[in-house]
């Protein structure tokens, strides 16, 4: 009867063994993936905020187009009292 009670626990004991073995590898395996994804999260936030500087430093291009119409005008201007003086 004790030899039934062994075999019926030893059953036991390989299965959680082998269960735990198997947690074991999975958590080796995700664990670098996860060490990764937080060390992008983190460089993502610095480019993020890159990239609001840069927004924040090149809006007033969007203004070029009205400087290069101003600068025409009073270039034209210019030429026009260079004409008128004769030169």
Same mark, same amino acid.
């Given at each position: 009867?004790?030899? /039934?009670?062994? &075999?019926?626990?030893? =059953?036991?004991?390989?299965?959680?063994?082998?269960?735990? *073995? @198997?947690?074991? +590898?999975?958590?080796?395996?995700?664990?670098?993936? /996860?060490?990764? &994804?937080?060390?992008? =999260?983190?460089?993502?936030?610095?480019?993020?905020?890159? *990239? @609001?500087?840069? +927004?924040?430093?090149?809006?007033?291009?969007?203004? /070029?187009?009205?400087?290069?119409?101003?600068?025409?005008?009073?270039?034209?201007?210019?030429?026009?009292?260079?004409?008128?003086?004769?030169?």
């Amino acid at each position: 009867m004790t030899h /039934l009670v062994l &075999a019926s626990n030893t =059953g036991w004991v390989i299965g959680y063994a082998i269960g735990i *073995l @198997v947690v074991l +590898v999975v958590v080796a395996l995700v664990l670098p993936i /996860l060490m990764m &994804a937080r060390r992008i =999260g983190q460089q993502a936030a610095a480019i993020d905020d890159g *990239l @609001v500087k840069a +927004v924040h430093n090149t809006a007033a291009l969007g203004q /070029l187009a009205t400087t290069i119409e101003s600068a025409e005008v009073i270039v034209d201007g210019l030429r026009r009292g260079r004409n008128r003086l004769g030169g």
